[in-house]
């Protein structure tokens, strides 16, 4: 059980945790902030030309000592080793931890140049802040192993694997029904202690600005008109059937001829045939008509989304969505609640994602598409209540409402769930709210442990052992491409700490396991030569 900002404060009020010096202010929801000290330990590789752990080997580290406002200058790919200001210890039955916050290696991240993975991510590379604005990705870490994973369920059933310290902005229900909607960084596992409140969802994320792709110059198809058609459009043919006159206006707007045929109900045909005769030499050539383009998307015999329109600006998107509500979607005049019903997956989808690109929170679900009686299959519904006009054609605009954004501009968590640890990773951005968009939901999660400009922070220890006493060795990296300033005093992470089953039988300190590293009061190289021997296992 990971200890409380209460149970922390009782047990340093109690002498079981110290932490020297202490200042109530330090101490975090859940963890209590700890500071950087003035010497660093820094390698000097050219003194010898191997590194041999059986080997005490003085000459390969140097201790540098900062004073006053004096800066250790960390230079791009260099990697010292710094001790916390704080000497930390801890009684028996409690275990620290000083970690990064991280994401796993598969998290879909949308980018201003497509979908990338989490693990893809590279220094310079652009993703979007929760306005939906580019930011750059300053610094990554590497693959993360072995770090306690959740699962984060949210209400519109999407699922991001994250680790237990990864930080989220949150309003818990409280903040909701005030109407301050007070946003807080929380943990995951903050999140999962907290979870409900009175039986209902405490945690809501907010929903982020609409993405802001840049405007796509090479749609072959005015995207309102590819929606429409899309939506009621005959599939092999640049055909549409429609009993609005308006949708058929919008289409001419869009600058295509619209006869109606005579054969059909309600058939019209959009633009003129996808060939003509070349009066020289009697053969036929695709003329640039819809049905060519919509040919050369390869829409003809299946329809979906380019991906290009999915990319477009927000203003092109828009128009797709919305030629597509035009024709296949409905909204509900009392609670503004819109639906797009297809029996086709890939559109339903599209559709989502087009919902959530633009600052909207869709779920799908899935039914049976039932005719006279008949299963035909299964049929997709996307809803989402929207703070923006979705459609053109005037009937459903006017129904469509205004939704209260109390109720409909976050995401709610449902669950948060324990899982196998999976390979995890931390990123820093730009943004000054250290927001960046994950998923196919675009939802906004918080800066990792790295928003020290590019600083990525490891304790040597890894967990910090039960019976510890000292200053903590700290492993500092400069992952970005600037040289860091690190100043005396300064922020430099948090330590939480769980609580054992039981007290253990053999803390740190005792003689039986080596406690090389007891006391220390500064960076300490490493000491694994004195016990080699001992840690050691033969194949004998």
Known sequence: MIL?????????????????????????????????????????????????????????????????????????????????????????DLVGRLEGKALALDTPVPTPVGWRAMGELLPGDFVFDETGSPTTVVAVTPPLLDRPCREVVFGGGERI??????????????????????????????IARTLMVR????????????????????????????????????????EITSWDTEVLAEISGDGYVVQRLTYGNHLYRIGGAGHSRDADSGQYMRNFSLSSRLRDLGLMNGKFVPRRYLEAGVSQRLALLQGLMDTDGCVDDVAGRCEFTSTKELLADAVGELAAGLGFRPVKSIGRAMLSGIDCGPKYRVKFTPDRPVFRLPRKVARQKRADARFHRFHGIADVCEVPSVPVRCIEVAAESGMFLVSRSFIPTHNSSLGRLGLLIHSTAGYVDPGWEGTLTLELS???????????????????????????????????????????????????????????????
């Open 4 to 92: 409380s900002d209460r149970d922390i404060r009782g047990e340093i009020d109690a002498g079981r945790i110290v932490i020297d010096p202490y200042v109530p202010e330090a101490v975090q929801p859940s963890s209590v902030d700890l500071h950087l000290a003035n010497r660093f330990r820094v390698f000097r590789n050219n003194r010898t030309a191997v590194i041999d752990p059986r080997e005490e080997q003085p000459e390969l580290t140097e201790l540098v000592e900062i004073s006053g406002d004096e800066p250790f200058i960390l230079h791009p790919g260099e990697f010292v080793l710094g001790a916390t200001f704080e000497r930390v210890a801890l009684p028996n």
């Open 161 to 190: 694997v994250a680790d237990a310290s990864h930080q989220w902005a949150t309003v818990d229900k409280n903040g909701r029904r005030s109407g301050r909607q007070r946003f807080a960084i929380r943990t995951t596992d903050e």
């Open 199 to 238: 039986g209902e969802r405490n945690h809501h994320v907010p929903l982020a600005g609409p993405a802001q792709y840049p405007p796509r110059l090479d749609l072959p198809i005015q995207p309102y008109t590819l929606g429409a058609w899309l939506g009621d459009g005959t599939t092999t043919k640049a």
């Open 478 to 540: 400069n992952v970005a491409n600037l040289p860091i300033k690190l100043y005396d005093g300064m922020k430099i992470g948090q330590i939480s700490f769980q609580r054992l089953s039981s007290p253990v039988e053999v803390g740190y300190g005792d003689a039986r396991i080596g406690s090389k590293y007891l006391g220390q009061t500064d960076p300490t190289a490493s000491r694994f030569h004195a016990d080699f021997e001992r840690g050691r296992v033969s194949r004998s």
